[in-house]
């Protein structure tokens, strides 16, 4: 038993580990994520609600959030590896994982979720996956919790607290760092070597969703589905109600990159021009009430256009990046409205620069990277 007990605490402290380490190269993306659970769990209560006006909270904080689970799911991982405070540490364990194991068994049995989140998106699984991973955490968590009397600290009790102080300060430097200059490793599809047209097809080799359609008549007062092949001789005589398209097999042809396009103030797309142009600065923003950003941007933007290279904002208020630049005094700027998905993807920090050469991401630029951005654009 004591050899058992000693493995699961080896064990479950690296997975806690590896999994907090995974997520806290993209905070913002477990941000989102939360925000997602809490967008649709709000819609099931009335607004104004305390229930609604809870998850509305949380929803606010997504962020903070995300940082602090990140940062509690490392430090357990290590205080359990360590056998620091063992009781304190294998409820909290079991605290988490009871939270875990619901919030994936609702990604799962819902339906509505293709990835929990789990393991960011660098090592995405799928929720039923994540769900069976966390029942099994779960069974090893409470074997842990029995056989405790089994697991003894390691080193001091001055080099433990030395350990877990230097693992919150590693936690912490590495979330603020990816928070102002882009994740370590960019696991999402408009990452650098990815061609934006090529991300906007579907994969090789894939197949689409199985679909069946079936015709809704009423009788009688009785409903009926029937599909095209199956519609009685007589069906002249119900009263059509509906169509319904079913999946019955579900495919892999989703596209990693969907949404995406560039629509200008005259609402014409102008998408593959763009992506075809042998160099473009594009910059995706969510907002531009700070102006420092912009600004600072002028630099970059007077690079490119120095060198006649086009320059272009993608966000989802097109008129208000507008007038942010004008206050500035930058023009030539051509700006474009975005689905709001894609923007909060690409801008993982406010802004963020990609320069194109014919659609394919060649650098990627954070809100801190300007002065390297204007280095690229000037070395051609």
Not at 155 to 169: A, D, E, N, Q
Not at 248 to 256: C, E, I, L, S
Request: include cysteine; hydrophobic fraction near 45%; glycine fraction near 8%.
């Amino acid at each position: 038993m004591k050899t058992i007990v000693r493995i699961i605490q080896i064990f479950v402290g690296i997975l806690f580990v590896v999994s907090g380490l995974v997520k806290a190269n993209d905070p913002i993306g477990l941000g989102y994520k939360m925000q997602e659970f809490f967008e649709l769990w709000g819609t099931g209560f009335s607004q104004g609600s305390f229930v609604r006006n809870a998850l509305d909270f949380f929803h606010g904080i997504s962020l903070p959030l995300s940082i602090g689970m990140i940062t509690l799911e490392i430090l357990a991982g290590v205080a359990l590896l360590l056998g620091w405070k063992k009781k304190f540490i294998i409820w909290l364990l079991l605290v988490l994982i009871v939270f875990f194991t619901f919030l994936t068994g609702y990604a799962y049995l819902s339906g509505k979720f293709t990835n929990c989140g789990c393991f960011g998106d660098c090592l995405p699984i799928t929720p039923l996956t994540s769900f069976l991973k966390d029942l099994a955490l779960l069974a090893m968590i409470l074997l842990l919790l029995f056989g405790q009397r089994y697991i003894a600290p390691v080193f001091t009790p001055r080099l433990r607290t030395t350990i877990l102080g230097l693992c919150l300060l590693l936690s912490l430097g590495l979330q603020w760092y990816v928070l102002n200059y882009l994740p370590l490793a960019d696991c999402l599809p408009f990452k650098k070597g990815n061609n934006i047209s090529e991300q906007m097809k579907p994969p090789p080799g894939s197949r689409p969703d199985s679909i069946v359609i079936k015709y809704v008549y009423e009788k009688g007062g009785k409903r009926y589905e029937w599909a095209a092949n199956e519609l009685p001789a007589d069906f002249s005589t119900y009263k059509y109600v509906d169509r319904i398209d079913k999946v019955v097999r579900k495919g892999n042809a989703d596209p990693a990159i969907k949404g995406f396009s560039l629509v200008g103030v005259s609402g014409e797309d102008s998408t593959q021009i763009v992506l075809e142009q042998p160099a473009a600065v594009v910059v995706f923003a969510l907002d531009f009430t700070n102006h420092q950003w912009v600004k600072a941007f002028m630099e970059v933007a007077k690079a490119a256009q120095s060198r006649n290279i086009p320059v272009y904002v993608a966000s989802t208020n097109l008129l208000e990046g507008e007038k942010a630049f004008l206050e500035e005094g930058i023009t030539g700027v051509q700006f474009f409205n975005t689905d709001f998905t894609v923007v909060r993807t690409v801008a993982r920090t406010t802004p963020t620069i990609l320069f194109l050469k014919k659609g394919t991401i060649a650098r990627k630029f954070s809100k801190n990277g300007m002065a390297d951005a204007k280095a690229a654009v000037a070395s051609l």
